[in-house]
Every structure is written in structure tokens, then in C-alpha cells.
């Protein structure tokens, strides 16, 4: 029987928000340094193996490989959250549909160099919160019950509608007097069409936002997103190319 401690903890809780990550992920963001020494980790991937293994081997962790996407994004070695990590956490494991994993990967990728950046830069993370619950917590209680009916009778809601519009992401930062500013977080995949991509440029361009930072899945997405004016943020590496 594994003894769990507050990484474990931290982990699943983290499995339990987005649904699936790919495990190098987890390990940027989880064992880039030792819980007791705070000292940097020489192989965040390798302690990161071998303590999934163990969470897994006690039922806490589920993990299954999954192949690249068409375009070839990465998928890899992929966590989820298994029996006995749900009922420890009283949760249902969140689902990730299988048309948009590869997004949600790559999103997941995206947030992890951005919140390494921003935190080399000096700046102070508070949360990182993803595409629904940053729906959740932006609109109204009569905005999301509409929506809600609306997608589950299956009309085909536009999630580009200004109204409902959200970044993939957002990695929440002190903004140095006492409250809080946000770095939206937009991965570009070849299958947006234009008329998608105007809808993210709008998005991005809201001051609700205090910078944004685009990335695209090839050369050509990011062609296509610069000639209806969408350009990345300030985050050097991780700039649209």
C-alpha cells in the first residue's frame, strides 16, 4: 500500500481538473524539483515515472499510451485518474472526448511553458484555470444554464460567440497590488477556419486580458493566423511560428 503524500495529493487533484495529461506534463510541473529539499530535479521525467508507477500499481492512477494525431501533435504516455484516485477525491473522473484530446494535450503543453516562463520572469502564479471552468466562473448563472440547455439539445452552439468566447486557457498571476491579472493561453489547430481564426483575434484583443500567447500546430496554421492579423503575445519560446 502506497502512502500518499501532498504531491500525490497535488496530482490527483490536478488529474481531477483537466481529465487527462500527458504525463510530461505531470512531471514539468510536479517533479521539476524534490518536495523535501527543494532542490532541482536532474530528471523530472524519471521520478516522475517511477512514482506513477507506484500510484498506479495502487489504483490511484490509470495510464495508457496514445498514438500521435494526424498531424502529427504528440500524445504519449497519458494519466488519468483510476477507482481508487476518484473515490478518494469524491469525484467522477473528467472525460476528455477523443476528438479534441490532442488539442487538450497540446493545450496542456502550451500552459506548462508559459506558467515555467512567467514564473522565471519574477512572477507569482496563483492558478491555472482551463477553457470550461474559466466559462463557468466568467458568466452569468442565467448565461450558463442557457448554454447548458442548449448543448445538450444538441444544436450546435457557437462557442466563438462573443457572448460564450474563452481562451483555451488562462495562467492566473499576481499583479503586484493585491489582485490578479490573466495571461490568456491559445493553441491553433489546422482544422480552425478562418472565420475561427478572426473569432480568436477578437477574443485575444479583449483588455480583459493582460497579454496573450498563441501557438500553432504547423507553419501553415500560423500563416493563416497571421493574415487575419492574430499574432502572439509577449512569451518568447512560445511565440506563433
Partial sequence: MVQLNQRDADVLAYLAEVGQA???VVAKRFFAADPRTGK???????????RVAALRAAGYIDQVNMSASSRKEPAGSILMLDRAGASLLGVTPKKVHAKHRHHHFQTLRLVEEVRTELVARGQKVLRVVLEDELRAEILSRRER?????????GDGVNLNDERYAMPDAVVVVDDGAGGEAFVAVEYLS???RDDDLKAKKELLSSSRWRSSVVQADNHRTA???RAVGLE?????KTALE
Avoid: I, Q
Avoid at 40 to 50: F, G, I, L, Q, V
Avoid at 232 to 236: A, D, E, I, R, T
Fill in 223 to 225: 500563416a493563416r493566423a
Fill in 22 to 24: 500527458p504525463l510530461d
Fill in 40 to 50: 532541482a530535479n536532474k530528471d523530472p521525467m524519471h521520478a516522475a515515472t517511477r
Fill in 145 to 153: 444554464a442557457y448554454l447548458s440547455r442548449e448543448m445538450k439539445r
Fill in 190 to 192: 489546422a482544422t480552425y
Fill in 232 to 236: 502572439s503575445g509577449v512569451l518568447g
